[in-house]
């Protein structure tokens, strides 16, 4: 199942996890470099830092939903009094628990399952969805993927204490990448730009199935989580990636950000600077490739 969310199938892991535990995780780790360099850029994510700035004043319990290989759960166990790692595929939490025991973390408790259907006995402080939202309709098996994205959220807000924080990563529906080539979730280019309707009947007639995976434009993710029972909705855009964030922008201040802060370490990079140095922040903000988005719940 993981081989559609971009992480690693379940064979690959399984077979992993089943060496990690007979020879040592670092013996594993330095073992599958070549076979799937992506899952050691992820697993070893030093850049995933950045999201602990978030929502970790007085942060007691958190909740990371979709843990994938741990790496943020574990940094968020250095500095919370308790991390709760899910993830629906067992092999993802099989692995962050092992990683969590190999490295004496006690403080991570981790659940394999669907988020959507766990009620937790305390609520958190906040939650962390990094490239999660656009899959829930395909791990909830949803008619509806908005609504389900939208229940989801609401659940997440249920789980959360008053003044609690979402902090979720994902692609911008209208990013510029797309408009540069760069295909949608599923295989295709340019699904995420057209009109649902019309993406689900194109994805079908290329025999992709459905359209499900779903991601949002500013104002659609401002609607869902304002929807779902989030206030004080906040964006950034994390440089270069979410999954890889250098730097976390508040939107408003992206002009700001290569006019003054952002030093290039090449000529490309100080071309790039110039130019969006010139462009007002709104746009900047409208086409940035990815969001982190923080909300409060009410
Ligand atoms: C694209 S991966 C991201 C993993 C990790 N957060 C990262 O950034 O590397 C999405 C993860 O979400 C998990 N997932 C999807 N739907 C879920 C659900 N309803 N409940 C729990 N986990 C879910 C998948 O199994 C997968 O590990």
């Known amino acids: 199942m993981s081989e559609r969310y971009g992480l690693a199938g379940k064979d690959f892991l399984g077979d992993f996890i089943e060496k990690a ?31 602990l700035a978030f929502a970790v004043d007085d942060c007691d319990r958190v909740l990371e939903v979709g843990c994938g290989y741990g790496a943020l759960s574990m940094k968020l166990s250095d500095i919370c009094d308790r991390v709760t790692a899910v993830d629906v595929n067992e092999k993802c939490a099989e692995l962050t628990e092992l ?27 906040a939650a962390y969805m990094v490239g999660v939202l656009e899959w829930i309709p395909v791990s909830t ?17 249920d789980q959360l204490d008053e003044g609690g924080k979402v902090v ?22 340019g699904t995420n730009l057209l009109p649902r309707k019309l993406a689900n009947a194109y994805s079908k007639l290329r025999g992709k199935g459905g359209y499900e995976v779903y991601t949002h434009s500013r104002k659609g993710y401002e609607e869902l989580l304002e929807e779902s029972g989030f206030e004080n909705v906040k964006f950034y855009a994390p440089l270069r990636s979410y999954r890889f964030p250098r730097f976390m922008v508040p939107l408003e201040k992206l002009r700001y950000f290569f006019s003054n802060v952002f ?24 086409f940035a490739p990815h969001y982190v988005i923080v909300g409060e719940r009410q």
């Open 21 to 51: 535990r007979r020879d040592g995780l670092s013996e594993a780790l330095s073992d599958c470099r070549k076979e799937f360099p992506g899952f050691l850029n992820r697993f070893n994510n030093g850049l995933i830092d950045s999201y």
């Open 99 to 125: 990683r969590a025991e190999d490295e004496g973390r006690e403080n991570v408790e981790v659940v394999a399952g669907n988020a959507a259907e766990m009620d937790f006995d305390d609520n958190f402080d």
């Open 141 to 157: 098996n949803s008619e509806d993927p908005r609504e389900s994205q939208r229940e989801f959220l609401e659940h997440v807000n």
């Open 168 to 189: 979720i990563g994902i692609e911008n529906r209208f990013g510029a990448q797309y408009f540069l080539g760069w295909k949608d979730h599923n295989g295709l280019w």
């Open 263 to 286: 030093v290039p370490e090449n000529r490309k990079q100080g071309v790039g600077a110039k130019m969006f140095s010139l462009l007002p922040s709104w746009f900047l903000g409208f």
